[in-house]
């Protein structure tokens, strides 16, 4: 019940008060509710290049998609079993106009359920409150809402994002840019998945078929106790979106005990 309560405050909180184009991305990751263990840190170091993109800039002065290198060190904290805290910072770029530049910073708040990778049905709600640099975005703060539901039946993860992102001009304007993730888990290591990765407009007026972004990867994950892994391809399957991007995701545990040490 106290995960719930807090969700829907934030929740309330993000959309209620008075959506730019989604453009750029540092970070292109489906969330299963896994978090870091209590009183853990963890870096995760976001990057995606894309050899093959859009070569308009979504607004005047902005990133331009075609042939740039976005990412992010991403900074956690297991607050609880059931709450994290983390820090984007710097979300950086470069891209072949502007050449490299920093694009701001995000605070991140995630709730889900304990123990997720252990249950069959998962749930929990991130929470991202952004600073952007005038390259990055037209409006200076701007948030995303991503609720997590998921499931994990035998070998097979089927996780679900219904992310809203706004800007905080009203209810009308948020921007409904879903993730949907398919993991097939050869072993306690080596995992592979087909990700889907969409933007569908505002929730008052969504676009066309043609005008929505829509891209599929195709990725591998590893795990070991000292570094996560995840690497994927991804492939643009409407003109609105980039043609071919690579993503690279490294995550570590700074001070996680090991199983055998005395508590």
């Known amino acids: 019940m106290r995960i719930r309560s807090y969700v829907l405050v934030v929740f309330v909180g993000a959309v209620a ?3 730019a184009a989604r453009a750029q991305t540092d970070e292109i990751q489906v969330y299963d509710g896994g978090l870091a263990p209590k009183g853990v840190f963890n870096l995760t170091l976001h990057n995606n290049y894309t050899p093959d993109g859009i070569k308009t800039p979504e607004f005047p002065g902005a990133v331009v998609s075609h042939g740039s290198l976005n990412g992010v060190p991403e900074w956690a904290y297991g607050v609880s079993s059931w709450f994290e805290l983390g820090l984007y910072l710097p979300l ?3 891209d072949e106009t ?3 530049g920093i694009d701001g910073a995000k605070l991140r708040t995630l709730f889900a359920v304990p123990n997720a990778a252990q249950r069959r049905f998962v749930y929990g709600a991130n929470f ?3 600073y952007n640099a005038k390259r990055w975005d037209t409006k200076r703060f701007t948030s995303e809402v991503r609720p997590i539901i998921g499931w994990h039946l035998s070998s097979v993860d089927v996780i679900f ?4 992102d706004t800007s905080y001009d009203g209810l009308k304007n948020l921007e409904f840019v879903p993730s949907t993730r398919v993991a097939y888990n050869a072993s306690p290591v080596w995992a592979v998945a087909v990700e889907e990765y969409a933007d569908y407009g505002t929730v008052s007026a969504l676009e066309p078929r043609e005008s929505q972004a829509h891209q599929l990867f195709v990725v591998v994950d590893r795990s070991s106790p000292k570094l996560d892994v995840e690497a994927g391809i991804g492939f643009g399957l409407t003109s609105a979106t980039d043609g071919l991007t690579l993503k690279l995701i490294l995550s570590h545990d700074f001070n996680k005990p090991r199983p055998n040490s005395a508590h």
Do not use: A, L
Not at 161 to 164: A, E, G, Q, R, V
């Open 161 to 164: 994002n219904p992310i809203f």
């Open 92 to 94: 950086y770029s470069r």
């Open 128 to 130: 991202e409150f952004s």
């Open 17 to 19: 008060i008075p959506s």
């Open 98 to 100: 502007m050449g490299w």
